[in-house]
C-alpha cells in the first residue's frame, strides 16, 4: 500500500448530509461548579436514523454481551501485542467509561497492551493529521466521521473492514450510524460514541421565576431573549473562541430557512449553488443583529467551551440558555447532578414561521449518529495489513467499547448508545428529549465543520470568528466560503 500523507482536501461527495459530532463530543472539561447557594435552586443526504422497528426496543443479547465467548470474532493472537490508541476523553464520566473498556480488553488479553493517550479536543485533528504527516499515527483512533474520516482512508490511514464488518460479530448498530461509518461502499469506522443531538439547555427554573415558556418559533425566541436582557440577565451562553460553537446557530438558522437544499447546493457549487444565498445570509443577518442586541455574553470569541467557560456562565446565572451538542447533559450533571437535575431543561432548535408556511421542512436537525467513531491504522512495514493487529482493535472496538458495561456506563451519563433498541431505556428527561427530536427528524444535518472538505473547514471556523466579531459581513462570510469551496473541489 502506496503510504504517502496527501493533502488534506475532499472534493468527492462525501457520506452525505445525515451523518457527525462535531468538536467536543468526546470529551469533558473541568469547569467552575455551580454556586453552593444555587444546588436547592436545575450514506446518503436524505438517509435518516429511522426509529428502530418495534421487535428491536430492546438490545439484542450480541450487542449487550460483556464477554466475547460463544461469539463469531477473529481469534485473536497469543503473542505479545501493543496497540497505541487516541482519543478525546480528557475529563470526568468520558474518561472513566472509555478507560475502563480498555481496562477491560486487557484483563482478557493479558499479551495485549493498549496505549491509550487522551488528547484535547481541540488540537486532537491537528495533532492527528501531524503525527500521520511523521510517520506516527495511531493503531486505532478517533474521529467524527464525515469528511476527515473519508480524507484520512484516501491518504492511506484506514483499514477497510468491510469484509470484517460482514463476516464477525458487532452490535446492531442504528442503520445511521453505519452510513456515517461508510464512505464509498466501504465501512471505515466502528460506532462508539452513541448519538448526538443538537439543542438549547435552559435555566427552567428561571424561565419560571419570568413566566417564560418554552419558545416554539424562532420570533418567540427573540422575544425570550428580550425579556430576558430586561430583567438582567444575557440569553445565551457562547464560548466561541473554539469556532465551532458559533456554527451551531448558523447551521440551525440555514438549516431553518432552507432545509437542506441551499447547503447542499452551496456544497456542489452547481446550478447556481453558493453560500451566499438566501438562507446563509438570513442565518448571517440574524446572528450579527443577536450580538448587537447583547443576545450573547461579552468577548464571546475569547471564551473557550473546552475550559467550561459556557457552563460556567449558565452557573453563575449569568445566561439562562445554550445550544449546544446534547453531551452537555453529562459534563453539566458530572459537574453538579443536584443543580442540574432542579435547573435545567431542554428545548429543540424553535422553526422559523416564514419558512415553515412556505412549505420549507422544519425537522431538519444538527448532529450525528455515532458522537465519535474509532477508524484502524494497522499495516506492516512493506505496506500489508498486519492482521493480527487489526484483529485485536476490531474485537476491542467491537466487543468491549460497545459491550454492557460500556452501554449502561453511557446511559447513566447522558449518552444514547448508536445501537437499536437502546433509546426506550433512557431515565434521564433531557436525553429523553434529545432522542425524540433526532428520532422524529427528516434528516440530520451533520456538523459543518466535519462535512466539509477539511480545508473549507478552516475557513468556516474562522468566518465563524468574524460573524460573531462584527469583523465581516454575512455576504462576505459566504464569499470566502464560496472560494474556498471552489478551490477544494478544483483539487
Known amino acids: 500500500m502506496k503510504r504517502k500523507f496527501v493533502s488534506i482536501i475532499l472534493a468527492t461527495a462525501l457520506v452525505g448530509t445525515l451523518l457527525t459530532g462535531c468538536g467536543g463530543s468526546g470529551s469533558d472539561s473541568t469547569t467552575t461548579q455551580p454556586a453552593e447557594e444555587e444546588t436547592e435552586a436545575p450514506a446518503e443526504t436524505e438517509a435518516a436514523a429511522e426509529t428502530p422497528a418495534e421487535e428491536e426496543t430492546a438490545p439484542s443479547e450480541d450487542a449487550a454481551a460483556g464477554s466475547t465467548e460463544g461469539k463469531n470474532l477473529p481469534e485473536l493472537t497469543t503473542e505479545p501485542l501493543t496497540i497505541n490508541l487516541w482519543d478525546i476523553a480528557t475529563e470526568g464520566s468520558v474518561k472513566d467509561i472509555q478507560e475502563g473498556a480498555v481496562k477491560r480488553f486487557m484483563e482478557d488479553y493479558p499479551n495485549i497492551t493498549v496505549n491509550q493517550v487522551h488528547q484535547q479536543n481541540d488540537n486532537y485533528k491537528q495533532q492527528l493529521i501531524v503525527a500521520m504527516s511523521s510517520g506516527q499515527a495511531p493503531d486505532m483512533y478517533i474521529h467524527w466521521g464525515g469528511g476527515p474520516m473519508a480524507e484520512y482512508y484516501n491518504s492511506g490511514f484506514v483499514n477497510d473492514i468491510t469484509e470484517m464488518f460482514n463476516t464477525y460479530d458487532h452490535p446492531e448498530f442504528i442503520d445511521a450510524a453505519v452510513a456515517q461509518s461508510s464512505y464509498d461502499g466501504k465501512v471505515l469506522a466502528i460506532p462508539f460514541g452513541g448519538l448526538s443531538g443538537c439543542d438549547i439547555f435552559y435555566n427552567k427554573t428561571i424561565f419560571a421565576e419570568l413566566g417564560l415558556e418554552v419558545p416554539k418559533t424562532i420570533e418567540e425566541l427573540e422575544a425570550i431573549c428580550d425579556k430576558l436582557i430586561e430583567a438582567g440577565y444575557v440569553p445565551f451562553s457562547l464560548a466561541n473562541g473554539s469556532k465551532w460553537t458559533g456554527s451551531m446557530y448558523y447551521m440551525y438558522l440555514v438549516a431553518r430557512h432552507s432545509g437542506n437544499a441551499e447547503f447542499d447546493a452551496a456544497y456542489a457549487q452547481e446550478n447556481g449553488g453558493t453560500f451566499t444565498s438566501d438562507a446563509f445570509i ?210
Open 282 to 491: 438570513y442565518a448571517g443577518e440574524k446572528i450579527q443583529d443577536w450580538v448587537k442586541k447583547g443576545y450573547f455574553p461579552e468577548g464571546v470569541n475569547s471564551l473557550s467551551t473546552d475550559d467550561g467557560q459556557d457552563r460556567a456562565l449558565l452557573y453563575d446565572n449569568t445566561c439562562v440558555m445554550m445550544l449546544h451538542g446534547s453531551w452537555q447533559t453529562r459534563s453539566i450533571s458530572d459537574d453538579n447532578k443536584e443543580w442540574y437535575d432542579a435547573n435545567i431543561g431542554v428545548f429543540r432548535f424553535p422553526e422559523d414561521s416564514e419558512a415553515a408556511a412556505a412549505g420549507v421542512p422544519q425537522n431538519v436537525e444538527i448532529g450525528t449518529a455515532i458522537g465519535n467513531g474509532f477508524s484502524f491504522n494497522c499495516w506492516n512495514a512493506d505496506g500489508s495489513v498486519d492482521q493480527a493487529k487489526l484483529d485485536a482493535c476490531y474485537v476491542l472496538a467491537t466487543q468491549y467499547y460497545n459491550d454492557d458495561t460500556y452501554n449502561q456506563e453511557q446511559l447513566a451519563s447522558g449518552t444514547i448508545p448508536s445501537i437499536k433498541g437502546f433509546e426506550t431505556t433512557i431515565e434521564d428527561p433531557n436525553t429523553k428529549v434529545v432522542a425524540d427530536v433526532f428520532f422524529s427528524a427528516s434528516n440530520v444535518q451533520l456538523w459543518y465543520d466535519q462535512y466539509l472538505p477539511a480545508s473549507v473547514t478552516e475557513v468556516h471556523k474562522d468566518c465563524m470568528t468574524e460573524l460573531f466579531g462584527l469583523q465581516k459581513t454575512p455576504e462576505e462570510i459566504g464569499q470566502a466560503h464560496d472560494t474556498a469551496m471552489q478551490a477544494a473541489i478544483a483539487e
